[in-house]
C-alpha cells in the first residue's frame, strides 16, 4: 500500500525494556512512525495478569503482510503476542464478533470427548488433529469421526456439558463486549448441543453449529446436513453481517484451526487463538500469549473502561 496507518498492540505477562526496544527495532526496521502510544493494560488485577500497550503508526510504501510476518517472528522469540491491523478505528466501527467454539471458547474438543466416553478416543483424537492441521478434508474426517460415535449414550451429553471448560478470558470478554453492544455467535463445526449450552452460559446472541442426530436415546453416527465446515462459517459470518446490517468491516472472527480460515479471511479483523502454526501464519492477527479478552486490547478498549 502506498500510505499505511497501523496499529501495533503488544501483549505480555510483563513488558520489559528489551521487549519495547525490539518491537521499536521493528517500527524502525520498516521506516514507520509512531504517531502515539498508550498503555491499555497493566500492572493491576483488572488486566488479568496481562500488560499491554498500544501503538498508532504511520509510514510511506507499508508493505503490511511483511509488517506481519516480522511481527509473528518477534512474537514467537520473545513468547509475547505482537499484532498487526491497518488503522482503520476512526472510519470502522467493529459490531460483530462470531467465534470458533472447541479449543476457542472452551479448552476441548468435544468430539474427542465423547470418543473418549464411547471408548473410541484415540482413534477419533488422531483423526481430529490431522483435520485441524489442514491435512484432511473436514467433511469426510467430520463424517468419519460421527461413524464412530454410534451407540452412545443420549445422557454422557449433558455429563460432558456440566464439565467444559472454559477458555482463560472468555467470561471477562463476553462479558464487557455485551456490556459494549457488540452481537456475538458461535460459529463451530462443533454440536449445537454444546453450542448452546454456552449461549445459555454466556449469552452469546445466536449459534449455528452441527446438529447430534439422536434415536431411541442413542447417538446414530449420522451427520445432518449442512455440516458447518470453513466455508459454511465464513457464509455464515456474512449472512449475519447481512441481516444485521453490518458491513464485512465490522465483523471480527476469531478461531483456531484450519476449519476457521476461511472465515478469519472474511472478517475485517481474524484473529487466529492459540492456533495451530500454520494457522498463525495465514491469519492476520494471532494471539497465544494472552487470554481470550485479550481480543478487548486489540479492539482497543482500555482496562479501566472494562469489568474485570
Known amino acids: ?60 510504501h507499508v508493505d503490511v503482510d511483511a509488517v506481519r510476518h516480522a511481527a509473528l517472528l518477534l512474537s514467537e522469540t520473545l513468547d509475547v503476542d505482537i499484532v498487526i491491523q491497518e488503522d482503520l478505528r476512526d472510519q470502522v466501527q467493529p459490531r460483530l464478533v462470531c467465534f470458533d467454539m472447541d479449543s476457542t471458547l472452551i479448552k476441548a474438543e468435544v468430539i474427542d470427548e465423547l470418543a473418549r466416553r464411547h471408548g473410541v478416543g484415540d482413534e477419533v ?14 467433511k469426510a474426517s467430520f463424517r468419519e469421526r460421527m461413524s464412530k460415535l454410534a451407540g452412545l449414550d443420549e445422557n454422557v451429553l449433558a455429563e460432558i456439558a456440566a464439565e467444559l471448560p472454559l477458555m482463560d478470558g472468555v467470561e471477562r470478554l463476553l462479558t464487557n463486549l ?39 436415546g442413542k447417538v446414530t453416527g449420522e451427520v ?62 494471532a494471539i497465544s500469549t494472552a487470554g481470550l479478552d485479550g481480543v478487548l486490547y486489540l479492539l482497543g478498549h482500555h482496562q479501566q473502561d472494562l469489568t474485570p
Open 224 to 285: 445432518s446436513e449442512p455440516i458447518v465446515d470453513a466455508e459454511r462459517k465464513a457464509e455464515l459470518l456474512e449472512a449475519i453481517a447481512r441481516r444485521e446490517g453490518f458491513t464485512l468491516g465490522q465483523t471480527i472472527a476469531v478461531g483456531d484451526g484450519a476449519n476457521d480460515l476461511k472465515m478469519l479471511a472474511k472478517a475485517g479483523m481474524g484473529v487466529a487463538f492459540r492456533a495451530k502454526p500454520m494457522v498463525r501464519a495465514q491469519a492476520r492477527q
Open 125 to 138: 483424537a488422531e483423526v481430529t488433529e490431522r483435520a485441524m492441521r489442514g491435512e484432511l478434508d473436514f
Open 1 to 60: 500500500m502506498a500510505r499505511g496507518d497501523l496499529i501495533l498492540t503488544v501483549l505480555a505477562p510483563r513488558l520489559t525494556a528489551d521487549i519495547q526496544s525490539q518491537v521499536d527495532a521493528l517500527v524502525v526496521q520498516f521506516g514507520l512512525q509512531e504517531k502515539s502510544i498508550q498503555h491499555l493494560a497493566g500492572g493491576s488485577p483488572g488486566a488479568n495478569g496481562i500488560e499491554c500497550i498500544e501503538q498508532r503508526l504511520a509510514g510511506d
Open 178 to 216: 455485551k456490556r459494549l453492544g457488540y452481537r456475538t455467535a458461535i460459529l463451530s463445526g462443533g454440536f449445537t448441543y454444546f453450542a448452546l449450552h454456552l449461549q445459555k452460559t454466556l449469552g452469546f446472541d445466536e449459534v449455528h453449529a452441527n446438529e447430534l442426530v439422536i434415536e431411541n
